[in-house]
């Protein structure tokens, strides 16, 4: 089984998205230890760190960056994971990448906004 084949939907979403939207971090280790590209992107340039932190996937978050994702990793509107938190107001993702991370806080999308304005 190949575990980056993509699903056949619009954003060509890679397996590891699909845990890391709606599984456990015990599913998106799995996925990992079985191959999985972390820093894979979908259509919009999404990582997975993108879709958990939209989620609210905290844990899933954790895994991804103990994993070595790419935190400062944009998708097509310059948004970084924690643009991206902020946005849905998950406290709780926010909390893991400012700690976890050495993420930009004040890294600039395309609307030229920051993750805090």
């Known amino acids: 089984v190949d575990v980056n084949s993509r699903v056949q939907d619009p954003m060509l979403t890679p397996p590891l998205h699909l845990a890391?939207?709606?599984?456990?971090?015990?599913?998106?280790?799995?996925?990992?230890l079985a191959g999985a590209r972390?820093?894979?992107?979908?259509?919009?340039?999404?990582?997975?760190?993108?879709?958990?932190?939209?989620?609210g996937n905290a844990p899933a978050v954790s895994a991804l960056l103990q994993n070595?994702?790419?935190?400062?990793?944009?998708?097509?509107?310059?948004?970084?994971?924690?643009h991206?938190?902020?946005?849905?107001?998950?406290l709780n993702v926010v909390r893991t990448l400012l700690t976890e991370s050495s993420i930009d806080a004040e890294a600039v999308n395309l609307k030229v906004r920051n993750a805090l304005f």
């Open 20 to 32: 890391a939207r709606y599984g456990n971090e015990t599913l998106v280790r799995s996925l990992i």
């Open 38 to 55: 972390v820093d894979d992107t979908d259509a919009q340039k999404r990582t997975a760190l993108h879709v958990a932190s939209e989620a």
């Open 68 to 82: 070595s994702a790419k935190y400062d990793a944009v998708d097509v509107e310059k948004d970084n994971a924690l």
């Open 84 to 90: 991206i938190a902020v946005r849905e107001g998950h």
